[in-house]
């Protein structure tokens, strides 16, 4: 394959890589935060860990990988983002440490006090991980300043601005919303009623910031910088949504789930190619934006990576589709059949 | 302060602090399948039992290592982007094949294996078991490949247009000889520290009287597996150093302190240096035995740290290329000295273990149990002594430590994150060794039953 096509499909690779850990995780954060406020008892929380209790930490890999992914195919983009963005991704780091470190300690002392701390740090967590996340791919839409040397030069209050703090909440707000829609596809009984009427409430507080996000990037003019028109696919976003409402005031929580990941699908593909061929625009100098051009590896290492990506993604996606089938069940609400 | 400083003990903080949990994920991983596997096998309840109690402990440290490890990934970019952009052709990769190979494996079979109990076939949950360990000991093996190409870089050109180090080679990268030579020295550590927790754990409980025949069984499983793994990290230790002498003679002569070249070298059993670390005022020497350390034969050179500092200086440029050999020395020492014990302690315990009434002697009631911080000692003292002695190099011969720290960091930022990292790291250790502690002393009556809580603190839940 030739430089250039490597370069897209490593960028095409990467954002796949995104689209499928904003979706994933984007129900566990949502479960997470959901956690403390919907389990009133302890069976309760224990059931909505449960939840998601075998995939959390695959789910994460996809953002590992992400990681991964932008080192070995553009250093230039990994490099100057995770140092750029240092104390936002530290805050990550801590909430992702909180919330991991939570699931597997919570259940393993009986003391109501010490569980109910570790499920308090996995909302807290998982709030921080998602307001961070959407905060910093707000600021990769909207740019940030870069110098010649492809080195930022803001600090944590330049990713503060108005537009990542909107990107931050809607993320937030969104991941709410697909978490209570996982639990209404997974729980019974009292708990799954509750949780789909809190799924209602929840739709409009997404739906407003959603839409107000999409209001300010239109006018902002963030869609139009890169080559890529994102013509439709942001409408068909909003669409989404709005479709999603329907289906949860109607309890089809299968369909709402669908509406909402879709919505998350389609927004992360806005979003890429919105800002594509750029990684990282600069707000300083548009000259000074980090390419897939001017930021990727030697035409070699894409090569090489192409063929791991080749054999491994595959496997990956089958086996950990597989473990989606096996633990596809609903879960009882019920201490003799919860695994604590 | 100096950001380098800052960045330099945020690393070591935070990888000597995940390299103390990941070697016993590496190894109790094996352990648990394979008992595992004997309960599937012969259907003995014993081993069943076995399975469970050191498949909890494993979990409990298993979340640590996890939870670490994404630090690890992201702090290469986030304090080190000059050395990201630097090596990320070559660095990267190993790294997104470890995330695509290995992470992805042990993080979605841990959950089955987690939760599959009863759900999922027997045979599926047994093998989720050994994948777990398979992928969490794969993940070591391309970490070290990652890391075999800092030690002794292959594989590579240098780009004069860009100034950066480029792959020509994927096949030379990951059969870099250090590499492989650091792969089995650190897996087998893993197996290692592992066996000695067991040893530890079980003589606690045979001291007792109880449970003895979970803890007999896995007693003498541990003692065999740990002589035979401490043996095989110290030959391994042996050939690194032999590969060292050919290609990081600097790092050999500052974790022996050899100041001036000899041939043939004494090996130091004693050296006191000055305060600087840099001079040597007494020692005590074995004639000989440095050489045939370093290359298996009484006569070899060993060059010392003044000739090669100035043949340094004339390839490289003006400037120090000594690591801080007091660090070298005596890390050195300390895991030397922590191997060749493990290696008779593990005997020792083996050649006990004939007798079947061990348990009653003396020394049963505080060896087993002290010789658990054994391998963790020697764990941290390793790779400081690896890392340190690589000084001031960050990739051997072609990137300063120095030049490798990201430009748009602050004394503010770092202190922050070094402080935040400390307070975080700190309290993870705490419920870590308070539920280890827990766990190993309720016994496997309490792992056996997931929901049936065991603290004495048990006050009712909230249901």
Same mark, same amino acid.
């Given at each position: ?340 | ?377 020697? $764990?941290?003292?390793?790779?400081? /002594? ?8 960050? %990739? +051997? #011969? @072609? =990137? ?7 430009? $748009?960091?602050?004394?503010?930022? /770092? ?8 307070? %975080? +790291? #700190? @309290? =993870? ?35």
């Amino acid at each position: 394959m030739s430089y250039e096509s490597l370069q897209i499909l490593w960028f095409v690779l990467i954002a796949i890589l995104w689209i499928g850990f904003f979706f994933l995780e984007g129900f566990d954060f949502g479960v997470g935060m959901l956690l403390p406020f919907l389990g009133k008892k302890d069976v309760e929380r224990r059931a909505i860990i449960n939840t998601i209790g075998s995939v959390w930490d695959g789910n994460e890999v996809w953002l590992l990988t992400a990681g991964g992914a932008t080192f070995a195919a553009f250093p230039h983009w990994y490099a100057t983002m995770f140092s750029g963005f240092y104390l936002a991704l530290f805050l990550l780091l801590i909430g992702l440490i909180m919330r991991g470190i939570s699931f597997e300690y919570r259940s393993k002392d009986s003391n109501p006090k010490w569980r109910s701390r570790f499920d308090w740090m996995i909302s807290i967590g998982s709030f921080l991980a998602a307001l961070l996340l959407g905060a910093a791919f707000a600021n990769l839409a909207r740019g940030v300043p870069i110098n010649a040397d492809r080195m930022f030069t803001g600090n944590l209050f330049t990713l503060l601005n108005p537009y990542g703090l909107l990107g931050g909440v809607t993320t937030v707000a969104i991941f709410l919303l697909h978490g209570a829609n996982f639990l209404g596809l997974k729980l019974e009984g009292e708990l799954r009623e509750r949780v789909n009427a809190f799924a209602s409430k929840l739709w409009i507080v997404a739906t407003v910031f959603y839409i107000i996000l999409g209001v300010f990037t239109y006018i902002a003019g963030f869609w139009n910088r890169g080559h890529i028109n994102p013509g439709i696919v942001p409408l068909t976003a909003v669409a989404a949504l709005l479709v999603a409402g329907y289906f949860i005031r109607q309890k089809n929580e299968g369909w709402a789930f669908i509406m909402v990941a879709l919505n998350i699908v389609l927004t992360q593909i806005t979003f890429f190619s919105m800002t594509f061929p750029n990684v990282m625009t600069s707000t300083t100098n548009p000259d000074w934006s980090l390419t897939i051009y001017n930021a990727s590896s030697s035409q070699y290492t894409l090569s090489v990576m192409s063929i791991v990506a080749l054999i491994f993604v595959p496997i990956v996606l089958a086996y950990q589709a597989w473990s989606y089938y096996m633990f596809r069940k609903r879960i009882k609400t019920d201490k003799k059949t919860l695994v604590y | 302060m100096d950001p380098v400083i800052l960045s330099r003990w945020q690393f070591g903080l935070t990888t000597v602090y995940h390299w103390l949990f990941v070697p016993l994920t590496l190894g109790l991983g094996w352990f648990v399948a394979y008992m595992q596997t004997r309960f599937y096998q012969t259907k003995d309840e014993t081993y069943r039992k076995m399975a469970k109690f050191w498949g909890k402990l494993f979990l409990i440290n298993f979340a640590i290592g996890v939870v670490t490890g994404i630090v690890q990934e992201f702090q290469f970019g986030m304090n080190w982007s000059e050395y990201s952009r630097y090596v990320g052709d070559i660095f990267g990769a190993p790294l997104a094949i470890e995330a695509l190979s290995s992470f992805f494996l042990e993080s979605t079979f841990i959950g089955i294996w987690i939760f599959g109990e009863g759900r999922v076939p027997d045979k599926v949950h047994l093998a989720s078991i050994w994948l777990v360990a398979i992928g969490s000991n794969l993940s070591a093996v391309w970490i070290l490949i990652a890391n075999g190409w800092m030690q002794n870089p292959v594989g590579y050109v240098i780009n004069d247009t860009t100034g950066r180090a480029e792959l020509v080679d994927f096949f030379a990268l990951i059969t870099n000889e250090k590499a492989w030579v650091f792969i089995w020295h650190t897996l087998a550590d893993g197996l290692a520290t592992a066996a000695f927790l067991i040893i530890g754990v079980s003589a606690y409980h045979l001291l007792r009287k109880q449970h003895t025949e979970v803890f007999k069984r896995s007693f003498q499983t541990a003692a065999v597996v740990g002589l035979v793994a401490s043996v095989l990290v110290f030959l391994g230790g042996h050939t690194m150093g032999q590969f060292m002498y050919e290609s990081q003679p600097m790092k050999m002569a500052a974790l022996e302190a050899i100041w001036e070249t000899e041939q043939p070298a004494s090996f130091s059993l004693l050296t006191i240096g000055d305060l600087s670390g840099k001079q040597e005022v007494w020692s005590l020497r074995i004639p000989y035995a440095m050489s045939f350390l370093a290359c298996n034969n009484l006569d070899c050179e060993v060059k010392g740290v003044e000739e090669l500092n100035a043949q340094y200086n004339a390839e490289f440029g003006p400037g120090d290329y000594i690591p801080l050999m007091v660090v070298t020395y005596w890390t050195f020492r300390m895991m030397m000295t922590i191997g060749l014990i493990m290696v008779l302690v593990a005997a020792w315990f083996l050649f006990n273990t004939r007798r079947s009434d061990y348990a009653e002697k003396k020394w049963f009631r505080w060896v087993p149990f002290w010789a658990i911080s054994l391998p963790y000692f020697a $764990n941290a003292s390793g790779w400081v /002594l690896t890392e340190m002695g690589r000084q001031p190099w960050i %990739v +051997y #011969g @072609l =990137l300063k430590v120095e030049d490798a720290v990201s430009p $748009n960091l602050t004394p503010v930022d /770092l202190l922050i994150s070094l402080i935040g990292y400390t307070v %975080v +790291y #700190g @309290l =993870l250790a705490a419920a870590m060794v308070y539920l280890m502690k827990k766990y190993a002393k309720a016994g496997p009556d309490a792992a056996m039953h997931e929901s049936v809580d065991v603290a004495p603190s048990f006050t009712g839940g909230q249901d």
